[in-house]
């Protein structure tokens, strides 16, 4: 393990230790707490919070670009975590298949950009959750630290459920290009898949494209309109699948 490495993981361990201290003493040591503890029964909002603020200062430490968290980003890691804590699976996809791809396409089709997540499930006694989610975010030793403080997320959202004595936490991370908005059909395109969106300050639309899936060499780039929106445009049938792009990397892969 690096130094920064060890740093960035000492430093996650000490914060959520810190909630486990403050978790396991509120009610057990005869005084009753001046301001909102960090776990209040059922409710995860505190501890989403307090996972928010360390991923904020492992990025800070590392010397990297804030993450901003957003209500897109947070949905997609809530939508997981509560779907694990009240079902009692731990994995990437539910037991339907459903992955963070495709339910980033079911809530938020227009998010172009890439998205990764971290998750843990854990049946805790209410005293004990923050040590758990500490055990658990660091059993992959410094990889989930090294994971969060890379330069390229510029995305953040956490989630956190409790359902039937499970709790579920989800962290989605994530690159986000553009926003797609309604398909367009008109004299210009009217055949084909073709879609307007509004691109990210620090993204050229130069280097954003689409093309049919898998065929990098029918690759189109984007049209600028004005100022920051664009236009995409693909030869496609309807129902095919569309890869949205950026560079060489794809962000959404979606059906036309």
């Given at each position: 393990m690096s130094a920064t490495s060890a740093v960035l993981v000492s430093l996650l361990l000490a914060g959520v230790l810190l909630l486990a201290r403050q978790i396991a003493s509120w009610g057990n040591d005869g005084r009753t707490p001046r301001r909102r503890s960090a776990w209040l029964g059922p409710?995860?909002?505190?501890?989403?919070?307090?996972?928010?603020?360390?991923?904020?200062?492992?990025?800070?430490?590392?010397?990297?670009?804030?993450?901003?968290?957003?209500p897109a980003v947070a949905e997609l890691a809530r939508h997981h975590a509560h779907d694990m804590a009240s079902r009692g699976f731990c994995a990437d996809a539910d037991p339907e298949?459903?992955?963070l791809q495709e339910r980033r396409r079911r809530l938020h089709p227009g998010f172009a950009g890439i998205v990764e997540q971290w998750f843990c499930l854990v049946e805790p006694d209410p005293a004990h959750t923050a040590e758990g989610l500490a055990g658990n975010l660091l059993h992959r030793e410094d990889k989930v630290a090294e994971w969060l403080a890379q330069d390229k997320w510029n995305r953040i959202g956490v989630g956190l459920a409790i359902e039937s004595g499970r709790m579920g936490c989800c962290v989605v991370v994530a690159t986000h290009w553009a926003t797609l908005h309604?398909?367009?059909?008109?004299d210009l395109h009217p055949s084909g898949w073709t879609v307007e969106g509004s691109a990210e300050p620090t993204v050229a639309i130069e280097q954003l494209g689409a093309r049919p899936a898998g065929r990098a060499t029918a690759r189109r780039p984007a049209v600028i309109v004005e100022d920051r929106r664009f236009q995409l445009h693909v030869d496609v049938a309807a129902g095919e699948w569309v890869e949205i792009v950026c560079g060489e990397n794809v962000g959404l892969r979606r059906k036309s």
């Amino acid at each position: 393990m690096s130094a920064t490495s060890a740093v960035l993981v000492s430093l996650l361990l000490a914060g959520v230790l810190l909630l486990a201290r403050q978790i396991a003493s509120w009610g057990n040591d005869g005084r009753t707490p001046r301001r909102r503890s960090a776990w209040l029964g059922p409710d995860p909002v505190e501890v989403e919070r307090a996972l928010a603020r360390l991923a904020a200062e492992l990025r800070s430490t590392a010397g990297v670009q804030t993450a901003t968290e957003t209500p897109a980003v947070a949905e997609l890691a809530r939508h997981h975590a509560h779907d694990m804590a009240s079902r009692g699976f731990c994995a990437d996809a539910d037991p339907e298949g459903v992955d963070l791809q495709e339910r980033r396409r079911r809530l938020h089709p227009g998010f172009a950009g890439i998205v990764e997540q971290w998750f843990c499930l854990v049946e805790p006694d209410p005293a004990h959750t923050a040590e758990g989610l500490a055990g658990n975010l660091l059993h992959r030793e410094d990889k989930v630290a090294e994971w969060l403080a890379q330069d390229k997320w510029n995305r953040i959202g956490v989630g956190l459920a409790i359902e039937s004595g499970r709790m579920g936490c989800c962290v989605v991370v994530a690159t986000h290009w553009a926003t797609l908005h309604t398909g367009l059909k008109g004299d210009l395109h009217p055949s084909g898949w073709t879609v307007e969106g509004s691109a990210e300050p620090t993204v050229a639309i130069e280097q954003l494209g689409a093309r049919p899936a898998g065929r990098a060499t029918a690759r189109r780039p984007a049209v600028i309109v004005e100022d920051r929106r664009f236009q995409l445009h693909v030869d496609v049938a309807a129902g095919e699948w569309v890869e949205i792009v950026c560079g060489e990397n794809v962000g959404l892969r979606r059906k036309s």
